[in-house]
């Protein structure tokens, strides 16, 4: 039993679209139950494929209200919709630092939306891993297109961006820094670029960098990233996002891209699992988890170099002689 419910209750409840259940699920994998891996394999079986889109960019470029527009655009097209907010940790509390639906009062309540936040604390199997058991749980509730906030731009966006179908950066005029940021992989990576809270001075600035920046990344995939300017607030621009997400996931169904993309990710995902295995492997044997702080300090100081403490540590949990 996992709480008030068994694995088969809360795998039915799911594929039934049962928010309760699909909240537990979630809270199960978060704590890394156990039993969260049972319910996940046999939701494999048989799941759905959401058309994942992954909103990425700046604290205060305005995602979480670029999301809600994109929400309700799609749930005004009938359709099933989930969103993942994936949060700064809380240093007090570890959990997400805003909460669940917080930020997205205006589309909460639609029964057809089914809104979770996750912290970023601590996942040693990888956050994108993390964000691709919950797409699958709201894969199996029947969401038709799946949301992915993130943070902000750094390592774990451009992991999560692994997880997204289309992935749209965002972006606004008067963030001096945003160019540094133009050389990360993110915007290499980016299939929409938006510039919102275009109604500010130096929108066209913003454009014509990103049109620079755009012809200087060698994509294979013959799509050249559209650039999108939108208010959100007000809901200028949203139609026009909306045609340019349909015409992308056009685009990778008819080259069959989706699959790769799908493929790839679960090669990344396949090494983050096998590495939490192993480490919670070594650990059980020897304690690492524990002795970390230590061994760290040692390698600072020049006691010992880390290759010959990780073999010492592999030695010790009896994987080499």
Not at 4 to 17: D, P, Q, Y
Not at 51 to 56: C, P, Q
Not at 241 to 261: F, P, Q, T, V, Y
């Amino acid at each position: 039993m996992t709480g008030n419910l068994s694995i088969e209750a809360i795998v039915s409840g799911v594929r039934n679209g049962d928010k309760r259940s699909a909240a537990q699920l979630m809270s199960m994998v978060e704590k890394a139950a156990p039993e969260s891996q049972e319910c996940l394999k046999a939701l494999a079986q048989g799941k759905g494929q959401s058309h994942v889109v992954g909103v990425t960019g700046w604290p205060g470029v305005g995602k979480s209200t670029l999301i809600c527009a994109v929400a309700a655009s799609f749930l005004n097209a009938g359709k099933q919709v989930g969103v993942i907010a994936v949060d700064p940790t809380s240093p007090l509390s570890g959990g997400s630092f805003l909460g669940d639906r917080a930020r997205m009062r205006k589309i909460d309540g639609d029964e057809r939306l089914f809104i979770r936040s996750m912290a970023t604390r601590g996942f040693r199997g990888g956050i994108a891993t993390a964000t691709s058991s919950f797409v699958r749980i709201m894969e199996a509730m029947g969401k038709e297109v799946v949301i992915v906030e993130t943070v902000g731009i750094g390592q774990d966006q451009v992991s999560v961006a692994g997880v997204a179908d289309t992935l749209i950066v965002t972006v606004i005029p008067g963030m001096g820094d945003y160019l540094q940021a133009l050389k990360a992989g993110i915007m290499e990576m980016g299939d929409i670029f938006v510039v919102n809270k275009a109604d500010r001075k130096g929108v066209d600035q913003v454009v014509m960098d990103l049109t620079m920046m755009r012809s200087m990344n060698d994509r294979q995939d013959d799509w050249i990233p559209p650039i999108v300017k939108t208010i959100a607030q007000r809901g200028e621009g949203v139609a026009e996002l909306m045609s340019a997400i349909e015409l992308h996931r056009d685009h990778i169904a008819k080259l069959g891209l989706a699959s790769l993309k799908r493929t790839a990710a679960a090669k990344g995902e396949i090494v983050e699992t096998l590495k939490d295995r192993c480490f919670q492997f070594i650990n059980g044997r020897t304690g690492l988890d524990e002795k970390l702080e230590q061994f760290a300090l040692q390698v600072v100081n020049g006691t010992i170099d880390r290759h010959t403490l990780v073999e010492s540590i592999l030695r010790d949990a009896g994987i080499i002689d």
